[in-house]
C-alpha cells in the first residue's frame, strides 16, 4: 500500500480556488462537529445527496460535507497535492467551473447505480477524482513522492504521476464493479470517484485551450 504525500511539479498561479475550497471544506466540517451527533445527522440528510430523491442544491451541497475527520483529512490531502496545478492549467474561473461539474458527474454516476437508495452521499472526493484525472494527463511523468507501507516498515520514494493516479482509479474500478449487486448499507460510493474522474478525463481532452504536458 502507497500514499502520496507530495510532488515535485511547480505551481504557477497562486491556487486562490484550491485553498478556498479546501477552506470552506474544514469550516463546514467544524460546523458539522460542532452541531452534535444528531443535529448533524439530520444536516446531512437535508443536504445530502440522495439518490432516490436528490435535488439541483444537493448536488452542491453534498460535495462539502463529510462523515468524519478521517474522510476530510483523505480528500483535502489529495487536493492539497494535485489541485494547485490543476488550477494552474485551467485558471481560477475555469478550475472552479470544472470542479463543480466533476462534482455533479460523481453524483450523476452514483445516483445511475442505485436509483431508489435512501443512503445520503457527502464529500468532496467525486469532484477530487475528477482532479485527479486532470493531474493525469495534463502532468503524467510528474514525480509524486509516496510513502510506502510494508507490515510495520515503510519507505519513500517517488513515482510518475500516471504510476500512482492509475493505481489509485484501478483500485476504485476494481472495488465498484465488485461491489455491483450487493446490498450495501452505507461505505465508499466507488461510482462517484469512478464517475468524477471519468468527467474530469472528458472534460480536460475536449479543453482547445489545454496543451497535454509531456514532462
Not at 38 to 55: D, E, R, T, V
Not at 161 to 169: D, E, K, P, Q, Y
Request: aromatic share 16%.
Amino acid at each position: 500500500m502507497f500514499f502520496p504525500y507530495k510532488d515535485d511539479n511547480p505551481r504557477i498561479l497562486v491556487p486562490y480556488v484550491t485553498y478556498g475550497i479546501i477552506g470552506l471544506n474544514v469550516l463546514v466540517f467544524l460546523f458539522q462537529v460542532g452541531l452534535g451527533q444528531q443535529s448533524n445527522h439530520k444536516l446531512i440528510l437535508l443536504f445530502g445527496l440522495i439518490p432516490a430523491h436528490w435535488s439541483l442544491i444537493s448536488l452542491f451541497t453534498s460535495m462539502f460535507l463529510h462523515g468524519g475527520f478521517a474522510h476530510l483529512l483523505g480528500n483535502m490531502w489529495f487536493m492539497w497535492i494535485f489541485g494547485d496545478n490543476v488550477e494552474s492549467a485551467l485558471g481560477h474561473v475555469r478550475y472552479l467551473i470544472f470542479y463543480f461539474l466533476c462534482g455533479i458527474g460523481a453524483a450523476v454516476a452514483q445516483t445511475a447505480i442505485n436509483l431508489d437508495s435512501m443512503i445520503p452521499m457527502i464529500g468532496a472526493s467525486g469532484a477530487i477524482s475528477g482532479v485527479l484525472a486532470a493531474y493525469m494527463l495534463q502532468y503524467p511523468k510528474a514525480r509524486v513522492h509516496v510513502f510506502m507501507f510494508l507490515f510495520i516498515f515503510f519507505t519513500t520514494f517517488r513515482v510518475p504521476a500516471f504510476v500512482v493516479i492509475g493505481f489509485w482509479f484501478l483500485e476504485q474500478l476494481t472495488n465498484g464493479l465488485g461491489s455491483l449487486g450487493l446490498d450495501i448499507s452505507g461505505g465508499v460510493a466507488w461510482f462517484a470517484h469512478i464517475g468524477g474522474f471519468i468527467v474530469g478525463a472528458v472534460l480536460l481532452k475536449l479543453n482547445p485551450l489545454i496543451r497535454i504536458e509531456k514532462i
